[in-house]
């Protein structure tokens, strides 16, 4: 049996298809928790494939996470499927990048409501059960450009400094039931994500970066596996950078 740090635990992972989030449900599931992964579309076979390689229990689910009744249907069948919800992690997200005036309103739009209106509704979706329970661990991802700005990117800055707010303000109102609720500020991560600017952008922030390399999705996975356990049951309402230096 996987005696991991979360062997027995409950997860709910967002965005977890590919990139940040599928290497993140994969450290929660090597740690010995349960998850389900959620993402646009189901994905069966991933889900096979980590459950059985694993040994615990994967299982896929189409949510669309900007969308608050497809949320709350979502969550209320898969609690009920789990059991209960001991973590949760508010990865999902997308970029629609476009300088200020260029930026079309429908841009803006959807990345506030993927990446910042999701939070709200996934985080609000478990709260009553890990209230229950009187302890649970939230981690949402937010982004260094949360913190310095970027040009091109005033939606998405917004919507990630917006999960900033939303973290400190969470962890304040759940840290009475037990419950944390912290976010990772991850730099510049090779995913689909940042490979779509190209290979000179590529290099370009590379090079700015202290450690000397593009962050791996394992990188942030390990940072939010260990927020999600018990060993950080004293660390609630933080913003850490996982980064490279890139911000220090
Ligand atoms: P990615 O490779 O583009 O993956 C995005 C994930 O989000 C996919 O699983 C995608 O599902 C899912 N998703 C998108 N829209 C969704 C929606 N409406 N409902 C449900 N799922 C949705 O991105 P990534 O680089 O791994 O980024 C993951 C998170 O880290 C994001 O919040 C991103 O902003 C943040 N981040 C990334 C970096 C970086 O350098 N990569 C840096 C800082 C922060 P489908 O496969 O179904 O499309």
């Known amino acids: 049996m996987n005696m991991g740090k979360l062997t027995g635990k409950k997860a709910i992972v967002t965005g977890a298809s590919r990139g940040i989030g599928l290497a993140i449900a994969t450290e929660l599931a090597r740690e010995g928790a349960d998850v389900a992964i959620l993402s646009t579309s189901v994905k069966e076979d991933l889900a096979a494939k980590l459950s059985s390689e694993l040994g615990v229990q994967v299982k896929s689910y189409a949510c669309d996470v900007a969308d608050s009744a497809t949320v709350q249907a979502v969550f209320k069948q898969i609690i009920a499927d789990m059991g209960t919800v001991d973590i949760l992690v508010n990865n999902a997200g997308i970029t629609r990048d476009g300088l200020l005036m260029r930026m079309k309103d429908e841009d803006f739009d959807a990345v506030i409501a993927t990446n910042l209106r999701s939070v709200f509704l996934c985080t609000r979706a478990v709260a009553r059960t890990m209230m229950g329970n009187r302890s649970g661990h939230i981690v949402n991802v937010s982004s260094i450009n949360a913190l310095r700005g970027q040009a091109g990117q005033s939606n998405y800055a ?23 609720v912290n976010a990772v500020a991850p730099g510049f991560i090779d995913t689909d994500m940042t490979a779509k600017l190209g290979a000179e ?8 970066i202290p450690l000397g390399r593009l962050g791996q999705p394992e990188d942030v996975a390990k940072l939010v596996a260990f927020l999600a356990s018990d060993g950080a049951k004293y660390i609630t309402g933080q913003i850490i950078g996982v980064d490279g230096g890139l911000n220090a």
């Open 158 to 180: 917004a919507a990630k400094a917006g999960v900033i707010g939303l973290t400190r303000t969470n962890a304040m109102e759940l840290a009475a039931r037990g419950i944390t």
């Open 201 to 208: 952008i590529r290099e370009k922030y590379a090079s700015q």
